[in-house]
């Protein structure tokens, strides 16, 4: 009995691995119509809401699956892309049952946002990581429990 109770208790965690977040909550409203989250270095990930923001992000999607990410200084005010790199890598993050399923794609810069078309989704809610380099810099932005 104990072994299942620890089991489950295990499994659990799985969960709600993801939904703290990366970098302190934000109540931005959104510029595009999408969510707004932190954008923290990559390597702070694992601090979780304890990271640096360096900038804010919005994810505006569309119902065909355009995916459009747009970049924010501190005060809102959208920044500009020349320092960064022309692709960015994102994950669509699914979990069921204590399996994480991870679908990969990319965004390419497109004046002052990135866009791409992500996968269907496994399931819902779902996370989406999105990682770019500003100069050597990686920088994170995590999106989470999308629908």
């Known amino acids: 009995m104990k072994t299942i109770l620890?089991?489950?208790?295990a499994l659990s965690l799985n969960v709600f691995a993801h939904d703290e977040g990366h970098g302190p909550k934000l109540t931005d409203a959104p510029k595009q119509g999408g969510v707004?989250?932190?954008v923290v270095l990559a390597k702070e990930a694992s601090k979780g809401t304890k990271a640096d923001l360096v900038?804010?992000?919005?994810?505006?999607?569309?119902s065909d699956g355009t995916v459009r990410?747009?970049?924010y200084d501190k005060t809102m005010k959208q920044i500009d892309l020349k320092g960064f790199a022309q692709?960015?890598?994102a994950d669509l993050i699914t979990s069921k049952k204590g399996k994480?399923?991870?679908q990969k794609f990319e965004l390419e810069k497109h004046g002052d946002h990135y866009m791409g078309k992500m996968p269907k989704p496994a399931r819902r809610p779902y996370?989406?990581?999105v990682k770019v380099k500003e100069g050597e810099k990686e920088l994170l932005a995590a999106f989470d429990n999308l629908d």
């Open 6 to 9: 620890v089991l489950l208790m």
């Open 36 to 38: 707004i989250t932190s």
């Open 55 to 62: 900038y804010k992000s919005e994810l505006a999607r569309t």
């Open 69 to 71: 990410v747009y970049y």
């Open 87 to 89: 692709k960015a890598k």
């Open 100 to 102: 994480v399923n991870v």
């Open 127 to 129: 996370n989406i990581d």
